[in-house]
């Protein structure tokens, strides 16, 4: 090693030394509070709500966004927001509308912040109308002491957990984050994620049930509806408890499919690269068939129709009593 190298190196390590000491100071200041570093001054603004309203519409940008119970009668929405970013709450048309008013100037985007933007709605536990929900960024939670007529949720990049029920449809969307459903009752449910997991658990569906994944796992368990239908590309899907009366079909492009403890009228699975494996709890007319894994399927002449195909992969499926 020449001495010129040794010369930088010992410089670059003088100046990393004098850069931590530097930081360590002006930290050690701020009491090691990070916040404090932030480009971005955030307040809490609380609008409380006297008018009477029975649907709910949220418009946001980056916020994360809950609704809770209130524990009292009135209803509170409370904003944690950076200056210039502000949301409007109004109630028109007999609803609640909360939307974002970003006056910002284009440079002013450019900086960074500890802290995200969040809207939490208080409202007494109950039925409502319809809830409409559009965001950008950040994680979206609907807790399960509500009742609504129907959930449309549509989100690009964050986890949307909806606990609440819905009288009609429920539908959730979301580009990148995931998507888990508990413990509630539905008219008909639609979940929808191009990167990212569905999970759906205690579901009771008197409609339809789709489950839209383009890269992601789909795991259901403990589930009644219709039909299932469930379609994908890339991510395994694992369905436990899961009983459709009319129809079940799965298509995968690139994933193992698992039943466990399941049963539909009519099944219909179909998948290019994965093995299909489990069992169902009652007798089937099964027609299977992989080009080059093991097909191990009952021998029945009665039940309604399984039809399972795959490219690669084995096919391993028999009847359980519970």
């Not at 990070?34 to 603004?45: N, R």
């Not at 980056?62 to 970013?85: G, H, M, N, Y």
């Not at 579901?203 to 509806?225: N, P, R």
């Amino acid at each position: 090693m020449s001495k010129r190298t040794i010369k930088w190196l010992i410089t670059g390590v003088c100046l990393l030394v004098i850069g931590g000491i530097l930081f360590g100071g002006a930290m050690a200041m701020l009491q090691w509070d990070f916040s404090k570093l932030s480009t971005s001054q955030f307040e809490t603004k609380t609008h409380k709500i006297n008018e009477s309203f029975r649907s709910i519409s949220v418009d946001a940008d980056t916020a994360a966004i809950s609704l809770v119970p209130s524990a009292e009668a009135s209803c509170l929405v409370v904003c944690r927001e950076p200056q210039k970013v502000t949301h409007t709450v109004s109630v028109k048309d007999g609803a609640l509308v909360i939307q974002v008013n970003d006056t910002r100037k284009w440079y002013e985007h450019i900086g960074f912040s500890f802290e995200s933007m969040t809207i939490t709605v208080y409202i007494p536990a109950g039925e409502y109308g319809a809830l409409t929900v559009r965001s950008h960024t950040g994680d979206i939670e609907i807790a399960k002491d509500f009742r609504f007529d129907s959930i449309d949720i549509r989100n690009h990049t964050g986890r949307v957990r909806d606990y609440a029920s819905a009288t009609h449809d429920v539908t959730i969307q979301t580009t990148t984050g995931s998507i888990d459903v508990e413990g509630i009752s539905v008219g008909s449910l639609a979940l929808s994620v191009s990167t990212g997991k569905v999970t759906a658990s205690d579901v009771i569906c008197e409609g339809d049930l789709s489950v839209e994944v383009t890269t992601g796992k789909a795991a259901l368990s403990d589930v009644s509806c219709r039909n299932l239908i469930s379609e994908g590309s890339t991510g395994d899907v694992v369905l436990s408890d899961v009983i459709a009366e009319e129809g079940l079909s799965l298509k995968r492009s690139t994933g193992d499919i698992r039943l466990n403890h399941c049963d539909a009228a009519e099944i219909a699975i179909k998948t290019s690269t994965g093995d299909v494996k489990g069992g169902l709890l009652s007798g089937k007319m099964f027609f299977a068939q992989s080009d080059t894994g093991r097909v191990r399927v009952p021998s029945s002449a009665t039940g309604g129709r399984c039809e399972i195909t795959t490219d690669t992969g084995d096919i391993d499926i028999e009847i359980i009593d519970r």
